[in-house]
């Protein structure tokens, strides 16, 4: 309720009238709610399976995660993590080390790439351009491929045409693809969140396209692009089809980019196949969880806390 | 292109100076556009010029039809290459997933969107995050030790089975579903909510009478992309779905993916064997293109 209250004229005063005791029309008590169902059993029991399936989604979650923790936890033992890898004590420290690498250098080669070709895609062309076009559309396939065919091109093209045999570089290039769609898609949304006027005002005041690029579009956008990179990063780390004949399954310490080397997903996925470590499983799978969802969680955090609002 | 081409050209007659740096630049940002095309272009023909040689000596109506799988492992000449029982399997197994995966993520999505109170909002939506951020790995594991068991103990059978694939792969696509779901009922007017509420609609009523119908792209796109992530999915179908080659009677029975013979037998497989495993890739991989047609069809109608 606004009054206009005209100057020069004292507004009229009202009754004194007790605000709360006035029911407002549109808000329903728990009664008049109970006694509309009850009108309407249908929307009672549409009402209550959405609550049911809530709760179902809620105790999949807790189960998964706690029967893990419950089953890894008492299993995680220092000797887990162990320097030297024998099939007694299944230490995960190779499998770690080659993880942290792998992935490393993956977002050594895909982080420029993905981060360049968005450049492309939102600063430099016109949606409607046919090329735009096709490079949208390879990179929607990109992201629709299976990892088992990432796997199988990786074998025949980086391991058996380019003769690499199963290495980290094998991998490495594997991963590179699957996790260009991601960068770039995670990218171009960050620069598109970047509003117009910074542009023009960085063109008003005499600097060049690229300049407008690297100092004043990317660093405002840098939130959104570290947290698609942290993202592939937790992609790498769980992927396992792509990565068991590129990267191969050796249980090692990958000394190089032409040797091969198990990751920790990999190695999670020998100790199942055994059978013989149960527990030491169930512990690579609490390390592994733990680092996808911290990976995870670092991303969000990213791209929530050190977002600028314009 | 070419009348971006022109500007340029008639820039650098205007200030005569232009720094060579933007061009290189530019060109250099086409390039890291191109790799994208290349990639693509690469993965298709790598795997389509070593699935062709396979494809004509098997014969295409015999790989897709023939229920026989028999790869000659010894190298004596012979054996079959039929992958029928392989699409059957994977049919089964995503029309499991999706019969699990659907109606909860779908309901959940309605909650999330429209009835969830902001502290819970907070605690669910990460709590679905986890859900996608759990590795297929760890998935399969759990199915291995827990959901197995538990189907051997209570339906009877080896455990290995479809029920069991689809249930896993059904919880895996929830968040898929879910995320994708929940932002397309968001993105409805609130007006249609409110326009329902007025004209006396229960609150049900007014979201899956106007508000569902009016999201139904995006929550068909969630499930064809859900249906591609079940399609896809290796690691945890592999230990879960018993792996046997044959036409499966009943869902307690085990079946074969194409994606699980891809993982379980290219590590030692040679000559026709291996050209028939890239020839199931290529097949996965035209499945998940119509798919990505699909979504694309979807979101065009939507626009």
């Not at chain 1, 735009?132 to 299976?146: D, F, N, Q, Y």
């Not at chain 2, 089964?92 to 909002?121: D, N, Q, S």
């Amino acid at each position: 309720m606004t009054e206009t209250v005209l100057i020069g004229q004292e507004p009229e005063l009202q009754p004194e009238v007790d605000v709360s005791k006035i029911v407002p029309i549109n808000r329903q008590s728990f009664g008049d709610k109970l006694r509309a169902y009850a009108k309407k059993p249908f929307s009672m029991i549409l009402m209550l399976l959405v609550m049911l399936a809530a709760l179902v989604t809620a105790a999949i979650v807790i189960f998964i995660v706690v029967y893990t923790l419950a089953q890894g936890i008492p299993n995680l033992k220092g000797a887990l993590f162990a320097w030297n890898y024998n099939s007694d004590n299944v230490s995960m420290t190779y499998a770690i080390i080659n993880t942290l690498f792998l992935a490393g250098m993956t977002i050594v080669i895909a982080a420029p790439i993905g981060v360049f070709a968005a450049i492309f895609m939102v600063e430099y062309a016109k949606s409607t351009n046919i090329f735009v076009k096709i490079v949208r559309m390879a990179a929607e396939t990109l992201s629709g491929i299976p990892s088992i065919v990432f796997g199988i091109f990786g074998m025949i093209f980086f391991v058996g045409v380019l003769g690499w045999g199963y290495s980290m570089l094998a991998g490495i290039f594997t991963m590179v693809l699957m996790t260009l769609p991601l960068i770039m898609r995670t990218t171009e949304e960050a620069l598109l969140a970047v509003p117009d006027s910074f542009r023009e005002g960085s063109f008003a005041l005499g600097a060049g396209k690229l300049r407008t690029i690297f100092v004043i579009i990317l660093p405002s956008a840098m939130s959104g692009i570290i947290s698609g990179i942290i993202l592939a990063i937790g992609r790498v780390v769980g992927e396992t089809a792509a990565l068991i004949y590129t990267g191969g399954s050796s249980r090692r310490l990958a000394g190089g980019f032409m040797q091969s080397g198990a990751t920790l997903a990999i190695h999670m996925y020998l100790l199942a196949n055994e059978g013989l470590h149960v527990g030491e499983a169930w512990a690579t799978a609490v390390v592994l969880i733990v680092l996808v969802v911290v990976i995870n969680g670092l991303a969000e955090f990213v791209g929530n806390k050190l977002k600028k609002e314009y | 292109m070419t009348e971006e081409v022109l500007q340029d050209g008639k820039e650098i007659k205007r200030q005569i100076k232009v720094d060579p740096k933007e061009l290189i630049m530019k060109i250099v940002f086409i390039i890291a556009a191109v790799v994208f095309i290349a990639a693509v272009v690469t993965i298709c023909v790598f795997i389509f010029v070593q699935a062709v040689p396979a494809l004509k000596e098997i014969g295409l109506f015999n790989f897709l039809f023939s229920s026989e799988w028999d790869p000659d492992v010894e190298g004596t000449g012979g054996g079959s290459y039929g992958i029928a029982t392989m699409i059957v399997g994977s049919i089964y197994i995503t029309a499991g997933a999706l019969i699990v995966g659907v109606p909860i993520g779908f309901l959940t999505a309605v909650f999330m969107a429209r009835y969830c109170p902001r502290p819970l909002y907070k605690v669910m939506k990460p709590m679905t995050n986890i859900l996608a951020g759990i590795p297929s790995i760890v998935y399969g594991y759990f199915g291995v030790r827990v959901i197995v068991p538990f189907i051997r103990d209570t339906f009877g059978g080896y455990g290995y089975s479809i029920l069991s694939a689809s249930l896993v792969l059904g919880i895996m696509i929830l968040p898929t579903i879910i995320s994708v779901s929940e932002n397309a009922i968001r993105a409805v007017p609130k007006s249609y909510y409110e326009g329902a509420l007025a004209l006396g609609a229960t609150k049900e009523r007014a979201i899956f009478r106007t508000e569902v119908p009016a999201a139904k792209s995006g929550i068909v796109t969630s499930i064809i992309l859900g249906l591609g992530r079940v399609i896809g999915e290796t690691m945890a179908v592999v230990m879960l779905c018993g792996n046997q080659t044959e036409f499966p009677d009943s869902i307690l029975d085990g079946v074969r993916t194409m994606t699980a013979n891809i993982v379980l037998e290219l590590g030692y497989a040679e000559g026709l064997h291996r050209g028939a495993l890239i020839a199931t890739a290529a097949v996965l991989f035209v499945f998940i293109l119509i798919i990505t047609l699909l979504v694309s069809l979807i979101r065009k109608k939507a626009k």
